[in-house]
């Protein structure tokens, strides 16, 4: 890593470190650009130099905030025998970190950014490549999707590659799949349900949806 680069992560960091404190204390609807650069001692222009604007100093932060959730994913793929397991656990995870953090959630993967969503995740990995951890192939490729449709796609492809599902059921798998979190999110997101119900509900939903398009034999193991 240049000087110059070092340089940009550290400067980055620390803007994005006080973004976060303020998106723990105030939350992220009330952040500003001026907050951020009061907190942090510099002028508002300074941040416009590692920012395009505020949504993607906000991005980055949120994406901080969801290092546990990476580094965590493979402990819950342990014991995995097939891809149908692995497509729960991944949904079990991300239901975990997802609404127990839903504004951050939220802000990652329903963001109003001006580029693609993954040159921005792409871009943020390369400057904090440890946030991703390791992982298998499908696994890491799911993690660097631009949007959060083509991410639950990655590990249904391995669904119908198995025989699991029927390769014209994969896009409402994922589809009805996807309606389901992004409609309890917004009841977490409301105060309309407890943390508890949601990843249960939205657990037992997907499952109820697997059993739909099944057309190769599966032991549900919980």
Avoid at 15 to 27: A, H, K, M, R, S
Avoid at 61 to 66: D, E, L, Q, Y
Avoid at 76 to 97: H, K, P, Q, T
Avoid at 119 to 133: P, R, T
């Amino acid at each position: 890593m240049t000087k110059k680069e070092i340089h940009v992560r550290r400067m980055m960091s620390h803007f994005i470190n006080v973004t976060d404190e303020l998106i723990n204390e105030i939350g992220i609807e009330k952040i500003t650009i001026r907050k951020v650069a009061e907190l942090a001692g510099f002028n508002s222009s300074t941040i416009y130099n590692y920012f395009e604007n505020l949504d993607h100093l906000i991005f980055y932060a949120a994406m901080k905030n969801i290092k546990d959730y990476s580094l965590t994913l493979n402990y819950y793929l342990i014991g995995a025998e097939n891809s149908m397991d692995r497509f729960l656990r991944v949904w079990e995870c991300f239901c975990d970190y997802a609404y127990y953090k839903p504004e951050i959630y939220n802000a990652i993967f329903f963001p109003n950014l001006d580029k693609e969503m993954e040159d921005y995740v792409q871009d943020y990995y390369n400057l904090f490549h440890e946030d991703l951890g390791v992982h298998n192939d499908t696994i890491s490729t799911m993690l660097l999707k631009r949007d959060i449709r083509e991410r639950g796609m990655t590990t249904i492809l391995d669904c119908i590659k198995e025989g699991y599902i029927d390769q014209d059921d994969g896009d409402k798998l994922n589809d009805m799949t996807l309606l389901i979190f992004e409609g309890m999110l917004k009841r977490v997101l409301m105060d309309k349900i407890t943390y508890e119900d949601a990843r249960c509900k939205t657990m037992d939903y997907i499952k109820s949806i697997v059993k739909l398009f099944l057309i190769k034999d599966y032991e549900f193991k919980y």
